[in-house]
């Protein structure tokens, strides 16, 4: 049997991937070219993508498939490719590409992932290399130290700022609380200072996110800091009214075109910005991330802003990880930065100038949020680094605020059923939508799986049934909605949570947030959604919980990796559950939601 066969056999691939492959066999039938291995190949970048991988990694493909089969020698597998007429191997910069696979290394590409990854490499180099304009930044110093009172001890806040002054591309990483969005409104303050000070109009600013949940919380942190900076000694009221309230999403941003995968805004019509700050970018997939890059004008800033422990995005990717590989850990600083910024941070450890991106990413390590009645941040720092036997010890002996339910599979059963329960309850008490919706992100159960027993779909219909009985109207006053596709028509957006009321005449209304209050719409006009009591955790990336129940599967799962559980553990807010058993739990951190991308290589080089 042939591998194509046996990978089909073992449902390792989808139609879509054989189809590829069969249409090159009957292609290369006509020119003596139907290696299989080649299609083989071939169906496996094809499948590679659905993966959230760049491409095929020739040297290890049970990254993208885990079939029990025998792979091809990498090296005749690479050789076989080489010599087929559907694949190129121009040089890395190469833009003239029409074979329909791309091979470079041991990584096999569709063409348009190969386009991507380049052209984004491409602009990513374009902006790091841009210098702003204004380039003295010692008139700032007087206000730079009232935002940063401790710049000169080595605070991470501060370094980020000073170097967002003086670099295009800026990278800010840093776990929840970390005080990404509350540097980058003293960023901005800066940027707007700095103009006034120079007699320039005020910059154009523009904030966005991945998902509309992701952009309504950025507003809501920045206008947060706004308010705590108009107390700030120096600070001038004017620059503050200055400072941008509201966020979009990326697809609002670059504008959609209906039914075309463009947008209104590209290399040809940028951006009319001067700073485009984007927060949650690990959640950016790579076709996004390069056409906004594209986008981004000459001479404008880009501000990248994410937690790369993080799950990757879920369409192919991994971009932020990749940037920040490429960047390094930024604690120390090119000379020539560290020169032209002392007069803002004092003495700041240098490194050589290694690579287009060095001194563009500031890591940030000190979290500040922590509620006294949580103590994540140690199980935080226990999953992010896989450490199976801290974590566990840690969540046995107990930390403020979590709770271990150890080997507990179903926490709609037995003692935890009620406290489950009762937040949606007392939200299908209230008559006020803003308020319901207020109550209805106080607790999730966040789960790994879609599909079966311990999956979201089959908990949200016990939940329900719970709520509001097996006979139940499907749009039951106090249902929670989660939107799975973005509708630019309605303004709601893949993860958009909303909540069902009945107005007085019995009619239910689906209510979500919006930019200017609560918006209503009849359910049966709403784009694709599903019940938002639980939830996957890659749905939930980019919100936060008061109380999160953590549910892993009874068993292993290929989806388990340590971002999953890092991910899931730090939606929570006041108070977390985990539901697992300790050997899943070790399988889970012993895994990487890892992603082949040729990215970081790239910007490296
Ligand atoms: N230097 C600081 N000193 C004191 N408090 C701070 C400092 N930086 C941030 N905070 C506080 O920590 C909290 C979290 O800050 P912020 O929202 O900026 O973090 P974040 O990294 O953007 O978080 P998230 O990733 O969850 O959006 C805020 O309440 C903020 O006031």
């Not at 290394?105 to 290399?129: P, Q, V």
Request: glycine fraction near 8%; include cysteine.
């Amino acid at each position: 049997m042939s591998l194509l066969d046996a990978l089909l056999r073992q449902g390792a691939l989808r139609p879509v991937d054989h189809a590829l492959a069969q249409s090159l066999r009957r292609l290369g039938r006509e020119v003596d070219d139907a290696d299989d291995r080649v299609l083989v190949a071939a169906a496996l970048a094809s499948s590679a993508i659905a993966q959230g991988h760049a491409g095929l990694d020739l040297s290890r493909p049970q990254v993208a498939c885990d079939a029990n089969v025998e792979w091809p020698d990498a090296t005749q597998w690479r050789e076989a490719l080489a010599a087929s007429r559907w694949v190129a191997s121009p040089s890395r910069d190469d833009a003239s590409v029409q074979a329909p696979l791309v091979l470079e290394g041991d990584l096999l590409y569709l063409r348009r992932y190969r386009e991507y990854e380049r052209r984004l490499a491409s602009h990513l180099r374009r902006i790091a290399s841009a210098q702003p304009a204004e380039g003295d930044v010692s008139a700032l110093a007087p206000l730079f130290a009232a935002l940063f009172p401790g710049a000169r001890e080595s605070d991470r806040q501060a370094r980020a700022a000073a170097l967002a002054l003086l670099r295009s591309l800026l990278l800010v990483t840093g776990g929840p609380g970390t005080g990404k969005t509350t540097t980058i409104a003293r960023v901005l303050l800066l940027l707007i200072a700095q103009s006034a000070l120079e007699g320039r109009p005020a910059p154009r600013i523009a904030l966005a996110a991945p998902t509309g949940r992701a952009a309504e919380r950025m507003a809501e942190s920045l206008r947060a800091a706004i308010a705590r900076l108009r107390d700030v000694p120096g600070v001038d009221a004017a620059w503050c009214d200055a400072l941008p309230t509201s966020a979009s999403t990326l697809h609002r941003l670059l504008g959609t075109i209906p039914d075309s995968p463009r947008f209104r805004h590209d290399a040809d019509h940028p951006l009319p910005f001067d700073a485009i700050v984007v927060d949650e970018a690990s959640m950016v997939d790579l076709p996004l991330m390069c056409k906004l890059v594209e986008a981004v004008p000459d001479g404008a800033r880009l501000i990248l802003l994410g937690d790369r422990d993080q799950l990757p995005s879920v369409e192919a990717g991994d971009v932020l990880a990749a940037i920040t590989d490429a960047a390094g850990e930024g604690d120390a600083l090119p000379a020539q930065v560290a020169r032209a910024l002392s007069p803002l941070l004092g003495e700041v450890p240098q490194r050589e100038d290694d690579g287009v991106l060095a001194g563009h990413r500031v890591q940030l390590q000190r979290g500040y949020r922590q509620a006294q009645s949580l103590q994540l941040a140690p199980l935080a720092d226990a999953l992010r680094t896989g450490d199976a036997a801290h974590a566990i010890t840690l969540l046995r002996e107990g930390l403020a605020g979590v709770r271990f339910h150890e080997d507990v599979s179903d926490p709609l059963a037995g003692a935890s059923r009620d406290a489950l329960l009762a937040p949606w309850r007392a939200a299908m008490a209230l008559h006020d939508p803003a308020e319901a919706l207020r109550q209805a992100q106080t607790l999730r159960l966040l789960t790994a799986l879609r599909e079966g027993p311990q999956g979201a779909a089959a908990l949200n219909q016990r939940i329900e049934d719970a709520l509001a009985g097996v006979q139940r109207d499907p749009y039951f006053h106090g249902r929670l909605l989660l939107v799975t596709e973005n509708s630019y028509r309605h303004g709601l957006f893949n993860g958009d949570i909303g909540v069902v009321q009945r107005d007085a005449t019995g009619v239910p209304v689906a209510w979500f947030a919006g930019p200017d209050g609560v918006r209503g719409f009849h359910p049966a006009s709403l784009p694709a959604h599903t019940g938002a009591f639980a939830m996957t955790v890659h749905k939930a990336q980019g919100s936060e919980f008061d109380t999160v129940w953590l549910l892993l599967p009874k068993q292993d799962a290929r989806t388990l990796s340590r971002e999953l559980l890092y991910t899931g553990v730090t939606r929570a807010r006041r108070e977390l559950h985990v539901c697992a058993s300790d050997v899943v739990l070790q399988a889970a951190l012993a895994r990487h939601a890892q992603r082949v991308s040729g990215l970081a290589g790239r910007l490296r080089d």
